[in-house]
């Protein structure tokens, strides 16, 4: 990437990202719910790596669904692009409830940020409901010469370009933050994309790259193993799954809050009945003590069961698209 363009983006976007978290179906006849939905097994799209962030999310949800819907749920993981791929996959799919996607807040910057998909990215899908609200850490490789946000705020600065941050493609959460960080160091890093952070984690433990910006859901266990080295949490106030960690803001780089969101969707078209009985489960699931107290140990909470419905996603995402858009505009940093 054009360093200077990126440079120049940095700004904006980080406002955005600030302002934001402080911030057709392809013709099929909709699949009638019939009392017996559903009969066959549930596919849930992941649109990024096995082994990342989304992925713990979709493989609990999904584990815990199946038993209230009688059916098996399988997770397929389709990174790339950001998560766009995983996506067109299922703006593609029959709306028939049996193929669903489970994405992140990329629902809400993708429509904006990617400006020729080969899907829309906004009218191809019927939400199910909210899933989750994670925090992120600010992370590197265990031995990067940094003990504190301070020192990785001048190392950055001083090796201009020389640190590089692993994330999951343009508009990913891991990329957002990265900009927001870059923006509160106010000194680039060099950007290094994979198809989730899933795989970035294997890499950044082995110090093949510097720092990476992610979700508690992916980062806790490698902190508390000591496999990387952690400078903050995102949040206003200290994770109780992490009180050690001091936030961003504590640890000298203020305005650095950012809260990644979960969603569940399934191809625009579906029937209305189908969507709420996959509501129904998604509660059901969130309720499920084992999926709450994984959440818990990885530094998140299911949300309220009234945000996982229909309705309350399709005003919630909507909402948060029109927040990311000024954003992005503003910075002109588009993924095309
Ligand atoms: C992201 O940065 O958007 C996520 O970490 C992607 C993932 O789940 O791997």
Request: charged share 20%.
């Amino acid at each position: 990437m054009d360093r200077r363009r990126l440079l120049h983006a940095i700004p904006r976007l980080a406002q955005l990202a600030l302002a934001a978290t402080g911030l057709a179906a392809l013709g099929f006849a909709p699949a009638q719910a019939q009392g017996t939905y559903p009969t066959r097994t549930i596919t849930v799209v992941v649109p990024f790596a096995a082994g990342g962030p989304t992925d713990t999310v979709a493989r609990l949800v999904a584990e815990s669904m199946s038993r209230d819907l009688g059916q098996t749920v399988v997770v397929e993981n389709v990174g790339g692009a950001g998560g766009t791929l995983g996506a067109a996959r299922v703006a593609q799919a029959r709306p028939d409830g049996q193929t669903l996607l489970l994405h992140h807040i990329g629902m809400a910057t993708a429509p904006t940020l990617y400006r020729r998909l080969s899907y829309d990215a906004v009218g191809a899908f019927a939400p199910i409901g909210l899933v989750t609200e994670v925090p992120m850490t600010v992370i590197a490789r265990k031995d990067l010469p940094a003990k504190d946000l301070k020192e990785l705020a001048a190392l950055i600065r001083k090796e201009t370009t020389g640190i590089n941050y692993a994330n999951a493609g343009i508009g990913a959460a891991s990329h957002l933050c990265g900009l927001l960080l870059q923006k509160a160091v106010d000194a680039p890093m060099t950007t290094v994309p994979y198809r989730g952070t899933g795989p970035a984690m294997t890499d950044l433990i082995s110090g093949t790259v510097d720092v990476m910006c992610d979700q508690t859901t992916n980062t806790t266990e490698q902190i508390r193993a000591g496999a990387v080295k952690v400078f903050a949490v995102t949040t206003p106030e200290r994770l109780p799954s992490m009180p050690d960690v001091p936030t961003a803001a504590e640890a000298g780089l203020p305005g650095m809050e950012v809260t990644i969101w979960h969603g569940l969707y399934a191809p625009k078209g579906t029937d209305a009945a189908i969507l709420e009985r996959l509501s129904k489960a998604l509660q059901t699931a969130l309720r499920d003590p084992k999926v709450s107290q994984r959440f818990a140990d990885l530094g998140t909470t299911p949300v309220a069961q009234e945000r996982a419905t229909p309705a309350a996603h399709a005003s919630f995402w909507q909402a948060d698209i029109a927040k990311w858009k000024p954003v992005i505009e503003a910075a002109g940093q588009y993924a095309d």
